[in-house]
């Protein structure tokens, strides 16, 4: 059986995977802003492999990969046979994280769904009925927002996120964690309504990312948290493009 590393590479964070026809075998986060090549060759010393896929938005750091590991190495387009279709302006500009996303929810939970993934942008992907990649919704991140709060004001702290005691904060931070947190599950919930109202039949709506236990706890329409869905998206489409 064939053996894949997987490669999710994001402006904070890039998850490494281990994966096999069947399921993902092993995972490793690196802090994508100080990667190196001495850092992914100690992350994967010990991982056997055919073929990498590398779905990245983050061009200057692809390069350590492709130096890595070079006639290996595949990266994720819409030039590739994703098993979805892509009803879009301009599939080039899809991100691939978002790619593998429509691809992961379509092979685990069918369709018509929305994924909506918590990331350093906050971004909700359509794939309709049909199995087709509609488009979707790009917002600021909730770390993003929280950050520029306390970057751009004297008094505000830098705080941890976290749920909130109450949605009356009794102390400062006490109150910028409920307007994060109720604030960020009010944009996500008007949002997922708007595009459900689009789409015909029973929709699937999948949470992954850093912050989707925080927001999907107390937010029942995100249906189902899959903090592995993008690898296994990714894992899906190296089956799609390297099985033989």
Same mark, same amino acid.
């Given at each position: 059986m064939q053996k894949f590393l997987l490669v999710n590479l994001n402006n904070t964070s890039t998850k490494l995977a281990l994966a096999d026809n069947e399921k993902l075998l092993a995972k490793k986060v690196l802090n994508t802003k100080?990667?190196?090549?001495?850092?992914?060759?100690?992350?994967?010393?010990?991982?056997n492999f055919s073929y990498?896929?590398?779905g990245s938005v983050v061009p200057?750091?692809?390069?350590i990969f492709r130096n890595l590991l070079r006639s290996r190495m595949t990266e994720v387009t819409s030039d590739l046979d994703l098993g979805i279709g892509i009803d879009f302006s301009d599939?080039?500009?899809?991100g691939a994280d978002r790619l593998a996303n429509a691809v992961g929810v379509s092979a685990r939970y069918g369709s018509p769904a929305i994924v909506v993934d918590f990331g350093t942008a906050v971004t909700f992907d359509i794939i309709s009925g049909k199995g087709v990649y509609e488009g979707g919704v790009i917002a600021p991140g909730l770390g993003v927002m929280v950050d520029?709060?306390?970057?751009?004001?004297?008094?505000?702290?830098?705080?941890d996120?976290?749920?909130?005691?109450?949605? %009356?904060?009794?102390?400062?931070?006490? /109150?910028? +964690?409920?307007? =994060?947190?109720?604030?960020?599950?009010?944009? $996500?919930?008007?949002?997922?309504?708007?595009?459900?109202?689009?789409?015909?039949?029973?929709?699937r %709506?999948?949470?992954?990312?850093?912050? /989707?236990? +925080?927001?999907? =706890?107390?937010?029942?329409?995100?249906?189902? $948290?899959?903090?592995?869905l993008t690898l296994d998206g990714l894992r899906v489409i190296a089956l799609r493009n390297f099985n033989s």
């Open positions: 100080i990667l190196s090549i001495p850092g992914v060759k100690r992350a994967i010393r010990t991982w990498a896929l590398v200057k750091k692809t390069a599939p080039h500009g899809i520029y709060m306390y970057q751009r004001t004297a008094l505000l702290p830098k705080i996120l976290e749920e909130p005691v109450s949605v %009356i904060g009794k102390s400062t931070r006490n /109150a910028m +964690l409920a307007g =994060a947190v109720y604030g960020y599950r009010g944009l $996500v919930r008007q949002i997922v309504t708007e595009i459900v109202a689009k789409l015909d039949g029973k929709v %709506i999948v949470a992954t990312g850093s912050y /989707a236990d +925080l927001i999907a =706890a107390k937010l029942p329409e995100l249906q189902i $948290v899959d903090l592995d």
